[in-house]
């Protein structure tokens, strides 16, 4: 990790500390500060998968459906809106754009702790893979691989890892990021051909919807809750009450990193 250091950063992490200089040049950048913590990583690969079946769990079910509006949902009594960089054109959201990102996927083992490097340059290792990055390319929605990007995530991760060069390159990953200047989480009543159909929108994230979904769910929660005291003085209802009781329609995509 190089770069300022922030001041939340030795109140989350106890045993955040500078790396010390003689071993810092053994395997970081050396023009760089180096620090070192211990926080937990997310294998999403893994994680997705077992939040959905949670949901099927509780009665959920998944449809994956190409829609142009929110009209095509109009028999749905609530629509949640995750629908990450399509927000774009689905809500006509101009503040949406993508943040293009591309990484290369490698098979390394041997690796067992992640190293970041100003923004744009990572090694994150996963549980059966090594994932190196990468790019933040704000207003670029190509989602084919540029071999340009592809050489310098590599040249600059095996400044920092020179052991990767052993690893086995799997394959390149390109995914849009869901820019946008802040989140937005709120609930909006449309006029769906003559019914008021309430949308929880839960979209804007960036990179970091991943490090925010549990705080952003319980914030979409309460917006949900609240909206629903003041046009059913509904008592509170948690999820597993809503999923069997509203025929809703959650929107999302999905990212490729």
């Known amino acids: ?87 774009n054109f689905i809500t006509n959201d101009k503040k949406m754009q993508p943040d293009r990102g591309q990484v290369i996927v490698v098979k390394a083992p041997w690796i067992n702790h992640f190293y970041i490097s100003g923004t744009d340059t990572y090694i994150l290792p996963r549980m059966e893979e090594v994932v190196l990055g990468g790019t933040h390319q704000v207003g670029d ?15 600059e991760c095996l400044k920092i890892c020179p052991s990767l060069k052993y690893g086995e390159i799997k394959e390149v990953r390109v995914g849009l990021r869901p820019g946008r200047s802040a989140i937005r989480i709120e609930v909006e009543e449309m006029n769906l051909d003559g019914k008021t159909v309430p949308v929880l929108h839960n979209y804007g994230h960036g990179g970091a919807g991943v490090t925010f979904h549990w705080g952003c769910a319980i914030e979409a929660s309460d917006a949900l809750q609240t909206y629903l005291k003041k046009t059913k003085n509904s008592s509170k209802l948690s999820i597993k009450d809503i999923i069997p009781m509203v025929n809703a329609a959650t929107l999302s995509c999905q990212s490729k990193l």
């Open 1 to 87: 990790m190089g770069g300022a250091v922030p001041e939340y950063a030795t109140k989350l992490f106890p045993d955040f500390r500078e790396i010390d200089p003689k071993a810092q040049s053994a395997f970081m950048i050396p023009q760089q500060p180096g620090y070192t913590f211990t926080t937990w990583q997310c294998d999403c690969s893994k994680y997705l998968p077992w939040l959905m079946d949670q949901i099927k769990a509780m009665g959920g079910r998944f449809i994956r459906h190409h829609i142009n509006a929110f009209t095509d949902l109009k028999d749905f009594d609530l629509i949640v809106n995750c629908t990450g960089i399509n927000a």
């Open 141 to 155: 929605y190509n989602l084919k691989e540029n071999p340009e990007d592809t050489k310098k995530i590599w040249r």
